[in-house]
């Protein structure tokens, strides 16, 4: 997998400890990207670190039972995804503007006690998602589109169909599931999917209860 300049084949590639980005409904998936504005003081400080270190990040979600630590943080989902800052500006008002590029998603295998503003564990990486070569001829293609078609339809959006024409499957599979406008609970349920084909099928099932679900209130209120 290539982030910016930098390769990451095996684990050794990896730092064994990854500051925490906790950030609930964004979705980070190996090869996409994602900009963010930092602008919170424990994460100037976390981006500050980073790009003096490993410009590595781990962008997780706070847990989806919104429970919460002895001290206040919330629990985390046991599932992100690393990131490489491979842009970085200042905007002159306190804030960074940055963007990551997805390397491969990880398990917090420990969350360690830190002194830290931020939060920091040891990760246990997906290293299969450092293969950019991973089989992507399963994905039902047809299918995927037919549901983002009807998605676009159904709520009035556009879509620049040239580039989607081009794009390749996993680019496909992974900018939509990024771009979808779900919850926490789809986002994540789409990060962990075991591979492509798996996500692909994820995203098309939520888009399709997603219709009915309109189509159902849309009935309901005509009555």
């Known amino acids: ?22 950030l609930e409904g964004a979705l980070l998936l190996p090869g996409g990207r994602m900009p963010l504005n930092i602008f919170e003081p424990r994460y100037l400080q976390m981006v500050d670190e980073a790009v003096a270190g490993s410009r ?18 919330p629990e985390l989902c046991n599932v992100g995804c690393i990131g490489r800052i491979i842009a970085f500006s200042e905007t002159g008002d306190g804030r960074y503007l940055i963007s990551l590029q997805g390397v491969c998603r990880f398990r917090v295998a420990h969350e360690l006690t830190v002194k830290t503003p ?16 991973q089989a992507a001829d399963e994905i039902d293609r047809p299918a995927l589109l037919r549901a983002f078609r009807a998605y676009l339809q159904a709520n009035d959006l556009e879509a620049d169909w ?8 996993a680019m496909l599979v992974n900018a939509l599931s990024m771009m979808a406008p779900y919850g926490p609970a789809e986002k994540q349920a789409l990060l962990e999917a075991a591979d492509l084909k798996t996500r692909a099928e994820t995203l098309i099932a939520i888009t399709e209860m997603t219709l009915a679900r309109e189509n159902e209130d849309f009935g309901s209120s005509l009555q």
């Open 1 to 22: 997998m290539q982030a910016g300049n930098a390769h990451y084949r095996l684990a050794k590639d990896l730092p064994s400890t990854i500051p925490l980005f906790p």
């Open 56 to 73: 590595l990040v781990g962008v997780i979600q706070p847990g989806l039972n919104g429970a919460l630590r002895e001290d206040g943080e």
């Open 118 to 133: 931020f939060r920091q564990a040891k990760p246990a990486p997906f290293l299969a998602d450092l293969d950019e070569e």
């Open 162 to 169: 040239e580039s989607v024409s081009r794009a390749e499957n």
